[in-house]
């Protein structure tokens, strides 16, 4: 059986930081399923669910990682991960909902809210406030799942929350 854990750095933001964690992962010989990275102000995280090879274990693998030259000053766990790593039906995108405006006090709690009445599961979000000269626009994307059920009620009530609160919505149906 293939062991799976959880690799997450959390450190400054530097030019060829994922090529350098990618590289040692390959290195030893993981397999990376779902992966994600962001850069969070002078800061960045990368999360991955990994497989591992046999005979290597997370502790080994971050004690690896802690040896990368480009990870100095980062927080870097490996742990085991309990979860199934291959996601149910409500782990795939069924809508992507880019909303943008004015930087609004509420704006992900009201939407989540939003999603749990529909009972539509959020699998992925970003949001980022733009600097000013890029307009100082607050930008939140979600990557849903909802049931074609309750897609029609759900979406507009989206549109509609974010039309009152003086915001952008565009919706697109994923393909995947």
């Known amino acids: 059986m293939v062991s799976i854990a959880l690799v997450s750095v959390l450190g400054p933001d530097r030019v060829g930081l994922v090529a350098a964690i990618a590289d040692h992962l390959f290195g030893a010989g993981v397999n990376l399923r779902d992966t994600a990275f962001a850069a969070l102000g002078s800061g960045a995280e990368f999360v991955a669910v990994c497989e591992l090879p046999e005979g290597v274990t997370a502790q080994e693998l971050e004690t690896g990682l802690k040896q990368v030259p480009e990870l100095e000053g980062a927080e870097i766990r490996a742990v085991p991960y309990a979860f199934d790593p291959s996601p149910g039906p409500t782990g795939n995108v069924s809508h992507r909902i880019t909303i943008s405006g004015g930087d609004q006090l509420g704006l992900v709690a009201r939407l989540s809210e939003v999603f749990k009445q529909y009972e539509a599961n959020i699998v992925r ?52």
């Open 125 to 176: 979000l970003e949001a980022r406030k733009l600097p000013e000269e890029n307009g100082g626009l607050y930008v939140t994307r979600f990557a849903v799942f909802v049931l074609p059920e309750q897609a029609g009620l759900c979406l507009a009530t989206v549109r509609n929350t974010a039309g009152t609160m003086g915001l952008d919505c565009q919706i697109e149906e994923s393909l995947l």
